[in-house]
């Protein structure tokens, strides 16, 4: 009994994380509202009572699916590279780098996928605003606590406000990002992440400050 209990388990949680997987494939490529349970259901090779097993309704499964690939995405992407980094503004700058050349799993002619969702949901819809305020904040604060970190190491300029730093530089990545999208041009990306490099560079201390500084 416990062994085919552990079975059915087991294949419940497959079914859920393939409903999730599918739902956030059709979400990005058509938006929520557009989404199609059916379409979900053929590309999760589940059956619609699995899916209503696992998810009361449509908005509870994207909820569940923007949840996951969102926070797994900003967090493979921005949130552990920096949480290791003691040089914030290199690290940064190479995250940007990737996003600029496509290199981090999406498409960028695309768009993001946290701002193609906001775009759409935020303001219309409790449930994902406050997925999306909680994600921001966690975005921000990472950045924030990371260029915190570097001030203390002297790497970044210990005159600037991490906090403000920190938004500024979610909101600039945010618009290159609808930049990419709009223009379906990668070129748009890569001019706007050299004059980026320009503004990070402008945040370390002077040559002899940082000496003194790490010193």
């Not at 209503?52 to 969102?70: I, T």
């Amino acid at each position: 009994m416990e062994a085919g209990s552990d079975g059915r388990h087991a294949r419940g949680d497959r079914t859920r994380q393939l409903l999730l997987e599918a739902a956030f494939a059709e979400i990005y490529e058509h938006g929520f509202q557009a989404a199609r349970l059916n379409e979900i259901i053929a590309k999760a090779g589940c059956t619609k009572g699995s899916l209503y097993h696992h998810f009361p309704d449509k908005h509870a499964l994207g909820l569940a699916a923007a949840a996951e690939f969102m926070g797994t995405y900003i967090k493979s992407v921005w949130i552990e590279p920096l949480h290791e980094t003691a040089d914030p503004l290199t690290t940064i700058r190479n995250i940007i780098r990737r996003h600029a050349d496509g290199d981090v799993g999406i498409d960028p002619r695309l768009g993001c996928p946290f701002q193609n969702l906001t775009q759409e949901m935020a303001g219309i819809d409790a449930g994902f605003q406050k997925l999306f305020t909680d994600l921001f904040a966690s975005f921000r604060g990472v950045v924030a606590a990371a260029l915190a970190k570097g001030q203390q190491n002297g790497t970044v300029r210990s005159d600037i406000d991490p906090q403000c730093v920190a938004t500024l530089i979610v909101a600039s990545h945010q618009g290159v990002a609808s930049m990419i999208k709009a223009t379906q041009n990668l070129e748009v990306g890569k001019a706007a992440a050299t004059a980026f490099f320009d503004y990070l560079d402008s945040l370390r201390p002077p040559p002899a400050a940082a000496a003194s500084e790490v010193a």
